[in-house]
T-cell receptor, first 110, second 116 residues
Framework: QKEVEQNSGPLSVPEGAIASLNCTYS??????FFWYRQYSGKSPELIMS????GDKEDGRFTAQLNKASQYVSLLIRDSQPSDSATYLC??????????FGPGTRLSVLP | GAGVSQSPSNKVTEKGKDVELRCDPI?????LYWYRQSLGQGLEFLIY????????KSGLPSDRFSAERTGGSVSTLTIQRTQQEDSAVYLC??????????????FGPGTRLTVL
């Protein structure tokens, strides 16, 4: 059973701080990695995708991938209350095994 | 452009009735997924269609659940003899190909099913 693990949270950070969300996966063949954000009562929306080891930045968001450690993370700089949501990590192996993690609930406190 | 659409947005039914949920993927997306999400829970994979290949039905929870995809586009998820535990939000997602394999999934707004 291929697994994706995340801390369920809630992760609470003060407004303006950096939020760090972590994800580990078991399938060493995984090649594509995604972070989704899901607001309560809404469907998941893509934040970032990452395919190569290292960092990928998009605005206040940075995804970090380490395939050797089977670890992917998402950093949110200057966290805002509007960032409060559940963040889902997803991992895929060439379209054969797309697995979502259980999600981490983030709360940004004003 | 148009995103993934799902209908109905809400469905209330009585225990034992059959329901059909519809998904219209983004035009040109060859991969289509169905998920179920119960209140406060994560995404539960149900079924995956890719092009003309046989669907991956490994996530369907029972033989009361079935899905089809006509013409490689619209998909219908059917739940027969609904039970109260079927109450959940049913999400559909579609994805384009990247390097010949499905990539990012784009989700529809979901159908909230309530079985009384």
């Amino acid at each position: 059973q291929k697994e994706v693990e995340q801390n369920s949270g809630p992760l609470s950070v003060p407004e303006g701080a950096i939020a760090s969300l972590n994800c580990t996966y078991s399938d060493r063949g995984s090649q594509s990695f995604f972070w989704y954000r899901q607001y309560s009562g809404k469907s998941p929306e893509l934040i970032m995708s990452i395919y190569s080891n290292g960092d990928k930045e998009d605005g206040r968001f940075t995804a970090q991938l380490n395939k050797a450690s089977q670890y992917v993370s998402l950093l949110i700089r200057d966290s805002q209350p509007s960032d409060s949501a559940t963040y889902l990590c997803a991992v895929d192996n060439y379209g054969q095994n797309f697995v979502f993690g259980p999600g981490t609930r983030l709360s940004v406190l004003p | 452009g148009a995103g993934v659409s799902q209908s109905p947005s809400n469905k209330v039914t009585e225990k034992g009735k059959d329901v059909e949920l519809r998904c219209d993927p983004i035009s040109g997306h060859t991969a289509l997924y169905w998920y179920r999400q119960s209140l406060g829970q994560g995404l539960e994979f149900l079924i995956y269609f890719q092009g003309n290949s046989a669907p991956d039905k490994s996530g369907l929870p029972s033989d009361r659940f079935s899905a089809e995809r006509t013409g490689g586009s619209v998909s219908t998820l059917t739940i027969q003899r609904t039970q109260q535990e079927d109450s959940a939000v049913y999400l559909c997602a579609s994805s384009p190909l990247r390097g010949g394999v499905p990539d990012t999934q784009y989700f529809g707004p979901g159908t909230r099913l309530t079985v009384l």
